[in-house]
């Protein structure tokens, strides 16, 4: 079957790094997408990685490991207006978005 | 670039009547719109995937001829829920996806909040 798996909830400090993890299992494979969600909002795009490697850019960087089934998104710099749900996606072969659960990533002064 | 509008924002309507949520992409062409629902503090939920000029394809358990879904030109996607009840109430997304270009990259309209009394 097709799986997204990522942690329920985070915390990190304000001005620190964090880095979210995803690992996705899909039939066929083309591409991996971060959204940021703030509660009570729709999705907006971050990030969008189809080969392996660091994606930077600004305080976010989004990291692929196609062998191993892998991301991350890494905010740098943390600013309370980042406290959010981070919602990682792979789309499969037939371009079909295979959603994760999200990421609740709450920011302490 | 890659806005996508959505219309009404809110909506608030009695039982069995019918609503009409409008999806469009302001600056690309949308060959394929997707609809989402979303209840509070849960995943989105895919309800349905739209190709211009063509049958919506929609998932399991979510019932077509309840929600009606019109992608009648390139840049606007209707879902209209009928004879909506309490129990659809939600909060409703369309996304966009811009067939151009190599990322398939879906862009999210702004939500509808479904309240049904």
Known sequence: GQNIDQPTEMTA????????????????????FWYQQHAGEAPT???????????????????????????????????????????????????????GAGTKLIIKP | GAVVSQHPSWVICK????????????????????????????SLMLMATSNEGSKATYEQGVEKDKFLINHASLTLST??????????????????????????TQYFGPGTRLLVL
């Open chain 2, 15 to 42: 039982s069995g009547t019918s609503v009409k949520i409008e999806c469009r992409s302001l600056d690309f062409q949308a060959t394929t719109m997707f609809w989402y629902r979303q209840f509070p503090k849960q």
């Open chain 1, 45 to 99: 795009f971050l990030s969008y990685n189809v080969l392996d490697g660091l994606e930077e850019k600004g305080r976010f960087s989004s990291f692929l490991s196609r062998s191993k089934g892998y991301s991350y998104l890494l905010l740098k710099e943390l600013q309370m207006k980042d406290s959010a749900s981070y919602l990682c996606a792979a789309m499969d072969s037939n371009y079909q978005l295979i959603w």
């Open chain 2, 79 to 104: 879902l209209t829920v009928t004879s909506a009840h309490p129990e659809d109430s939600s909060f409703y997304i369309c996304s966009a996806r811009d067939g151009t270009g190599d990322s398939q």
């Open chain 1, 13 to 32: 400090t304000e001005g620190a790094i964090v880095q979210i993890n995803c690992t996705y299992q899909t039939s066929g494979f083309n591409g991996l």
